[in-house]
């Protein structure tokens, strides 16, 4: 997809993550598995485990969750939960990893244990929903949209699937499907009528309005998502309302959201190349 004025990163994810707390960070329990499949309830020994991975993945601790996750799945083989916790802890390594075959590497495990907490339980959502976020970062959008649809099918309602969908039409090329951008609002405004506090949701939205040229909403919107995001702040937040600003004129305040972006330091090189471009024309 040609980029237009702005650039939407391709985040992992933990940029998807970075204020939703169901990716990755293990917090939301899956749905309920039926009565016929494998252990609904994990026993003592693989809770506890789970319980200490959940921990770890709010606190950073990438390769400590992945420990405790794959001690909870050697307790419990059909606990779906210890697998689906073991999938974000390889999700999350990925988003950390500087070398790109090893990112590569964890986001192949990542996939194998998503697919295992399936298997073990054919309504965890959440699984489906995070499976989609590893074939998004490998740029594998058609599967993307199909792991997450099946995700709502599950929970029509969940806000986390509704913005992951709409960042995956973000990506599909305007000049094939005219609707692109369309499908994208409607994903974006589904997950914030489900979850009025999601400030990912707000901006995905502020870059629909951006890719439109409608720089009033989309500063409203980026706004928006920059102040319920502030408990877990990110680039990616600023980068929209950065080029809103500078689009509506706000000269001052894009400079001060461009400085705010390069205070994160962000390793993504062309993200950095597309920062240092608009602060260059928003003088």
């Given at each position: 997809?040609?980029?237009p004025a702005h650039w939407?990163?391709r985040?992992?994810?933990?940029a998807?993550?970075?204020?939703?707390?169901?990716a990755?960070t293990?917090?939301?329990?899956?749905?309920p598995a039926?009565?016929?499949?494998?252990?609904?309830?994990p026993g003592?020994?693989?809770?506890?485990?789970?319980?200490?991975a959940?921990?770890?993945?709010?606190?950073g601790?990438f390769?400590?969750?992945?420990?405790e996750?794959?001690a909870a799945?050697?307790?419990?083989?059909?606990?779906s939960?210890?697998?689906?916790?073991?999938?974000?802890?390889?999700n999350?390594?990925?988003?950390?990893?500087?070398?790109?075959?090893k990112a590569?590497?964890?986001?192949?495990?990542?996939v194998?244990?998503?697919m295992?907490?399936i298997?073990l339980?054919?309504?965890?959502?959440?699984?489906?929903?995070?499976?989609?976020?590893?074939y998004?970062?490998?740029?594998?959008f058609?599967?993307?949209?199909?792991?997450v649809e099946?995700?709502l099918?599950?929970?029509p309602?969940d806000?986390?699937s509704?913005y992951?969908?709409?960042?995956?039409y973000?990506?599909?090329d305007?000049?094939?499907?005219a609707?692109?951008l369309?499908?994208?609002?409607?994903?974006?405004?589904a997950?914030?009528k489900?979850?009025?506090?999601?400030?990912a949701?707000?901006?995905?939205?502020?870059?629909v309005?951006?890719?439109?040229?409608?720089y009033?909403?989309?500063?409203?919107n980026?706004q928006?998502?920059?102040?319920l995001t502030?408990?877990?702040?990110?680039p990616y937040?600023?980068?929209a309302l950065a080029?809103a600003q500078?689009?509506?004129?706000?000269?001052?305040g894009g400079?001060k959201?461009?400085?705010?972006?390069n205070?994160?330091?962000?390793?993504?090189?062309?993200?950095?190349q597309?920062?240092?471009?608009?602060?260059?024309?928003?003088k």
């Amino acid at each position: 997809m040609t980029a237009p004025a702005h650039w939407w990163p391709r985040c992992s994810a933990v940029a998807l993550a970075a204020a939703l707390c169901i990716a990755l960070t293990g917090c939301a329990a899956p749905t309920p598995a039926p009565a016929h499949t494998a252990t609904v309830t994990p026993g003592p020994a693989a809770q506890k485990h789970i319980a200490a991975a959940q921990a770890a993945l709010k606190a950073g601790k990438f390769d400590g969750a992945r420990q405790e996750a794959a001690a909870a799945v050697q307790a419990d083989p059909n606990s779906s939960e210890a697998q689906y916790l073991l999938g974000n802890a390889y999700n999350r390594m990925a988003g950390a990893e500087t070398d790109a075959q090893k990112a590569r590497d964890d986001l192949s495990k990542a996939v194998d244990a998503y697919m295992a907490a399936i298997r073990l339980d054919a309504a965890n959502g959440a699984a489906y929903t995070n499976l989609a976020t590893v074939y998004y970062q490998n740029g594998q959008f058609d599967e993307a949209q199909k792991q997450v649809e099946q995700a709502l099918k599950l929970k029509p309602d969940d806000p986390t699937s509704h913005y992951v969908l709409g960042t995956i039409y973000l990506q599909r090329d305007p000049k094939q499907a005219a609707d692109t951008l369309d499908k994208a609002q409607a994903e974006f405004e589904a997950a914030i009528k489900s979850d009025a506090r999601m400030g990912a949701a707000y901006i995905g939205l502020a870059n629909v309005y951006l890719f439109r040229a409608d720089y009033p909403k989309a500063l409203q919107n980026a706004q928006k998502g920059v102040e319920l995001t502030q408990d877990s702040p990110s680039p990616y937040a600023y980068w929209a309302l950065a080029q809103a600003q500078c689009a509506s004129g706000d000269k001052t305040g894009g400079a001060k959201s461009i400085e705010r972006i390069n205070s994160f330091n962000p390793s993504d090189p062309l993200f950095k190349q597309q920062v240092q471009a608009l602060a260059d024309r928003c003088k």
